[in-house]
Nanobody
Framework: EVQLVESGGGLVQAGGSLRLSCAAS????????IGWFRQAPGQEREGISC????????YYAESMKGRFAISSDNAKNTVYLQMNSLEPEDTAVYYC???????????????????????WGQGTQVTVSS
């Protein structure tokens, strides 16, 4: 059973930083892509970024470039999202999600995810105070 567990959310002041973690386990197939998404109250879910486990290639939605950085530690099956210069508008529940199996195609383009992600975590709340 695939499990994705997010951690690292919390309350931070505007201008601060947070690093979210997504611990993944149970993949049936070896290669996967993991993405980060967020959803603010009353708003649609939006994609932030994704990363390939095959070669570490990263993809970002255009609107998320600059302040967000995705990375991974394959030995730990963990993907991170570094968030800097946070703004109150970044307040949302942040989710990680996975595509598995995955053969290395781009998982995002500049507009966001290109495909449906197969598995989702429960989310972690990020609140940015002004």
């Amino acid at each position: 059973e695939v499990q994705l567990v997010e951690s690292g959310g919390g309350l931070v002041q505007a201008g601060g930083s947070l690093r979210l973690s997504c611990a993944a386990s149970g993949f049936t197939f070896g290669d996967y892509a993991i993405g980060w998404f967020r959803q603010a109250p009353g708003q649609e879910r939006e994609g932030i970024s994704c990363i390939s486990s095959i070669d570490g290639t990263t993809y970002y939605a255009e609107s998320m470039k600059g302040r967000f950085a995705i990375s991974s530690d394959n030995a730990k099956n963990t993907v991170y999202l570094q968030m800097n210069s946070l703004e109150p508008e970044d307040t949302a529940v942040y989710y990680c999600a996975a595509i598995n199996p995955y053969s290395g195609y781009p998982c995002f383009d500049v507009r966001g995810p290109l495909y449906e992600f197969d598995y989702w975590g429960q989310g972690t709340q990020v609140t940015v105070s002004s």
